[in-house]
């Protein structure tokens, strides 16, 4: 009966921490190899630029007009989406009597 209670704790540990752990590098190995030139990414040090080439494992990323630097192309922490028709912030009406 213990040996079947250590049995079932070792499961759940494994479960809860094993599992996502796996599936969180899956996605990551997933995103590394779907990023081409011309996507908008987020690096894990928090710089956003656009890729603008590719060396082996590494990737030219455009982070200012004019400015690129030369990343690891395991820096890269998520594909960043804009939305283009993002609502524009209204400025309050001051003219209030």
Not at 52 to 59: A, K
């Amino acid at each position: 009966m213990e040996g079947l209670i250590l049995l079932l704790l070792l499961a759940a540990m494994w479960a809860a921490l094993i599992v996502p752990q796996q599936r969180r590098m899956r996605r990551q190995r997933e995103l590394i190899a779907t990023v081409q030139v011309g996507d908008d990414v987020m690096t894990a040090s928090g710089l956003y630029g656009t890729i603008t080439g590719e060396d082996d494992d590494d990737i030219f990323l455009e982070i200012a007009p004019g400015v690129e630097v030369r990343m690891s192309r395991a820096s890269v922490a998520s594909k960043v989406e804009y939305e283009d028709d993002a609502p524009v912030a209204e400025e309050p009406d001051t003219d209030a009597t």
